[in-house]
C-alpha cells in the first residue's frame, strides 16, 4: 500500500492501516463499493467534513489527507477510552496525562523515590502489606528502623538476642566472637554492650523479640560471663567502666552481676543454667504482695538483679489473683519502695540505696500486662484488675513510665467490693451499660 508523505509520523496509526489492508485483501466486494461509493461522491461535488466523533473519514479527497489523519487520531483516543468497544488502553496512559515519549516514564530522580519512600512510611505505618521477604527480614527491618543505635550496637544487640534464646548451645558465641575481633580493644567492645542492653533494658527487646522469657536478663548474664571465661572480655574492661551492684542503672547492675557470676565460678560457666525462677523468690514475690515489707528482701534481691523484672511479674500476678483491692493497692506501694532511695549505716558513712531500678519494675508491669490476654481464661476480671493495679502505679510519686501504663487494656468487667471493711471484690453481673475506666469499679 503506498505510504502517503504528507502523512503526519505523530498521526500515523498502525492498527488503522493493518485493518484498511485487511479490508482491501480480505473483501473486494466491500472495496468496491467504497471507491463507487467515492466516485459518486465526486460526481456529486460533495466532501465529507472532518467529524467531531472521528467516525466518518474521506478516502477519495486528496485535499482531505491531513484531516483524516487528525480524524484517526481522535478515533483513536475514543477508542482508548472505549467509546468504539474495543479492546483496553494500550497506551497506559500516556496521551492523556501528556507524556508522548515512553522515556518520560524513567525520568525520575532519586530525590523523588526517596520522597515517596518517606510519604509511605509517615501515612502507612499502621499498615501491614504482603511482602516476598522472610518474617525474619521483616523483623530486623523493622527494628532497625525504629532503633536510634549505629549499626554496630545493633549487630550486637541481635547478636545478644539470638544467643540468650539458646545459651548453652556451643554456637550461642560465635556471632559474638566475629564482632569482638572487629573491635579495637574490650574497653569499645564493652562499651558498645553496653548501649545495646541499654537499649533492651529500656524497651524491654527481650519480651519484644518474641515470647516472654521471664529469665531473659539471667541468660544474658551468664552469656557475658561466658564471654569473660572464654577471653572475649577482661575484668579489667568491666573495672575501667565502673560498674556496680548499687548502680541506679539496671544495665550496669547487669554487668556487675555478670562479673560476679566469673569471679565465683558460677554453674553456668559450665552449662548448668537455671530453666525456671527460683522457688526462694517466688517466695519473695508472694511476701512482698501480702506484707510489702521491703527491708527484710533486700540482700536477697540486690544481689540478684536479673531477677528483679520476674519478682515484680509474680508480684502482679499474686495481686491480680488475690481478687483483693488492698493486695493490690500493696504491690503498687512495694514497687514505690522498691524503687525509692534507701539510706544504709555502713562502716564509714550512710551510703544511699535503690534496691531496684525504674526500668526493672517497668519490664515487670509490661510483662504481667502482655500476658493478660492468657490471664483472663483463668481469671476473667483480669483486665480490670490490671487496670486497678496501674492506676495506683501511676499516681504520684509514679513506679512505671506512662508507655507502660498505656499498655493496658481497658476494663472489661464491672467490680464491686464487697464490704467497706473487705477489701475482697467480686464481679457485678447485674450491671448495664459499657464498662469503662470511669464506671467498672464501685465502692460499697
Known amino acids: 500500500m503506498p505510504f502517503d508523505k504528507k502523512k503526519n509520523v505523530d498521526d500515523f496509526d498502525p492498527e488503522l492501516e493493518a485493518e484498511e489492508e485487511l479490508v482491501s485483501q480480505s473483501n473486494g466486494a466491500r472495496k468496491k463499493s467504497v471507491s463507487n461509493e467515492v466516485e459518486k461522491i465526486e460526481k456529486e461535488g460533495e466532501t465529507v467534513d472532518e467529524a467531531k466523533n472521528g467516525d466518518a473519514i474521506s478516502l477519495g479527497s486528496p485535499r482531505k ?18 467509546v468504539s468497544g474495543c479492546s483496553i488502553k494500550k497506551d497506559g496512559g500516556r496521551f492523556e496525562y501528556g507524556y508522548d515519549d515512553p522515556d518520560d516514564f524513567y525520568d ?4 523523588d523515590l526517596d520522597g515517596m519512600d518517606r510519604y509511605i512510611k509517615e501515612n502507612y505505618a499502621d499498615h501491614t502489606f ?12 523493622s527494628s532497625r528502623d525504629d532503633s536510634p543505635l549505629p549499626d554496630h550496637v545493633v549487630r550486637v544487640q541481635k547478636c545478644i538476642i539470638d544467643a540468650i534464646k539458646d545459651p548453652a548451645a556451643p554456637e550461642a558465641l560465635h556471632s559474638i566472637i566475629e564482632i569482638s575481633v572487629e ?28 515470647a516472654m522469657d521471664r529469665l531473659a536478663e539471667y541468660k544474658t548474664v551468664s552469656l557475658l560471663a561466658k564471654c569473660i571465661h572464654q577471653g572475649l572480655l577482661t575484668v579489667e574492661a568491666f573495672e575501667a567502666l565502673g560498674v556496680s551492684e548499687s548502680s541506679p542503672s539496671q544495665t550496669a547492675r547487669l554487668l556487675h ?87 544504709i549505716q555502713t562502716i564509714n558513712c550512710l551510703v544511699s540505696l535503690q534496691i531496684m531500678t525504674v526500668a526493672a519494675v517497668n519490664a515487670g508491669v509490661a510483662r504481667f500486662l502482655t500476658e493478660l490476654r492468657h490471664t483472663e481464661v483463668d481469671l476473667p476480671a483480669a483486665s480490670s484488675l490490671a487496670f486497678l493495679l496501674v492506676s495506683y502505679c501511676i499516681e504520684s510519686p509514679a513506679c512505671i513510665d506512662y508507655n507502660v501504663y498505656r499498655m493496658c487494656p481497658r476494663p472489661r468487667k464491672f467490680l464491686r467490693r464487697r464490704a467497706p471493711s473487705s477489701g475482697r471484690l467480686s464481679i457485678r453481673e447485674d450491671a448495664d451499660g459499657d464498662c469503662t475506666e470511669n464506671n467498672y469499679l464501685e465502692v460499697a
Not at 489527507?65 to 472505549?82: D, L, Q, T, Y
Not at 525520575?108 to 530525590?111: F, K, L
Open 183 to 210: 573491635s579495637c580493644d574490650n574497653v569499645t567492645f564493652l562499651k558498645t554492650i553496653e548501649k545495646a542492653l541499654d537499649d533492651m533494658v529500656a524497651r524491654d527487646q527481650w519480651t519484644r523479640s518474641g
Open 108 to 111: 525520575v530522580s532519586d530525590d
Open 130 to 141: 504482603d511482602s516476598c521477604e522472610s518474617e525474619d527480614n521483616s523483623k530486623d527491618a
Open 65 to 82: 489527507a491531513a484531516g483524516n489523519f487528525k480524524e484517526a487520531k481522535a478515533s483513536r483516543k475514543k477508542r482508548s477510552r472505549g
Open 257 to 343: 552481676a555478670a562479673l560476679a557470676f566469673y569471679q565465683s565460678n558460677a554453674p553456668e560457666l559450665q552449662g548448668d543454667y537455671l530453666t525456671v525462677s527460683p522457688t526462694e523468690f517466688a517466695d519473695i514475690a508472694d511476701d512482698l504482695c501480702r506484707s510489702g515489707e521491703v527491708s527484710c528482701v533486700r540482700e536477697a534481691l540486690m544481689g540478684s538483679p536479673f531477677l528483679h523484672a520476674d519478682v515484680v511479674y509474680q508480684v502482679c500476678n499474686n495481686a491480680a489473683n488475690s481478687m483483693n483491692m488492698d493486695l493490690i493497692f500493696n504491690a503498687s506501694k512495694t514497687f514505690k519502695d522498691l524503687i525509692s532511695e534507701k539510706a
